[in-house]
Every structure is written in structure tokens, then in C-alpha cells.
């Protein structure tokens, strides 16, 4: 036998929906701060580690004198190759921006014979 709601307890069922809806809120505002922060440093992160494979693909091209690539598009970033002569020694770098618009670069030496 089912009793009719009264105005007391249907004011009673938004009140504790507005009340957890409110948690849920204040939890959220503190993790997804923290979830986009660990995104950014993988993404970072990922940036380092495909700047070193093209880094080292690029030394390989040289030292098999196969023609450098000068720009490469990566999956977050671009990424230029330079390439420096020195007297004894050459140096093959890539530089990036990371999305801060912060520049990084990875460079490897190689030595002359």
C-alpha cells in the first residue's frame, strides 16, 4: 500500500539531491585540476621522448649520408633538425616548443675521423 508523498518529503528528496550534487562538485573542482596537470607532464614527457628517436634517427641519416629531414611533425609538436659543424666534431639537434611556448632541445655529437 503506497502512501502519497507530501510536499515535506518531495522538498526533503531536491534538498538531499542538491546537497550530493554540491559534494560532487567540490570533489571534482579539486581532482580535475590535478588530472589536467598530469595530462600536461605527459604530454611533456612523451614530447622528450620523440624529440631522442628523431634525434638518433637523424645521427643515423648522417652517418649513413642520407639527406636530413629539416622538419618533422610530430604527434603534439613540430620538431626542426639543425645540424652544427664544428672543427672535430658535428652536432645534430632538434629543438621543439612544448605548448607553454617553452623551447627545448636534444642534440647529439658526433665525431670526426
Not at 515535506?8 to 581532482?31: H, M, R, V
Not at 649513413?64 to 618533422?72: F, H, N, R, Y
Not at 604527434?75 to 645534430?92: A, G, Q
Request: glycine residues 2%; hydrophobic residues 40%.
Amino acid at each position: 500500500m503506497r502512501r502519497k508523498m507530501g510536499s515535506d518529503q518531495s522538498a526533503s528528496i531536491y534538498l538531499e539531491f542538491l546537497f550530493a550534487f554540491s559534494i560532487w562538485l567540490i570533489i571534482l573542482s579539486f581532482t580535475l585540476p590535478a588530472f589536467l596537470y598530469i595530462t600536461i607532464q605527459r604530454m611533456e614527457v612523451f614530447s622528450d621522448q620523440e624529440a631522442t628517436f628523431h634525434v638518433t634517427e637523424q645521427t643515423i641519416n648522417y652517418i649513413l649520408e642520407e639527406p636530413l629531414e629539416t622538419e618533422i611533425n610530430g604527434k603534439y609538436t613540430d620538431y626542426f633538425v639543425t645540424v652544427e659543424r664544428m672543427e672535430n666534431s658535428v652536432n645534430i639537434c632538434v629543438r621543439y616548443f612544448l605548448k607553454n611556448q617553452e623551447e627545448k632541445c636534444v642534440c647529439r655529437s658526433i665525431q670526426r675521423r
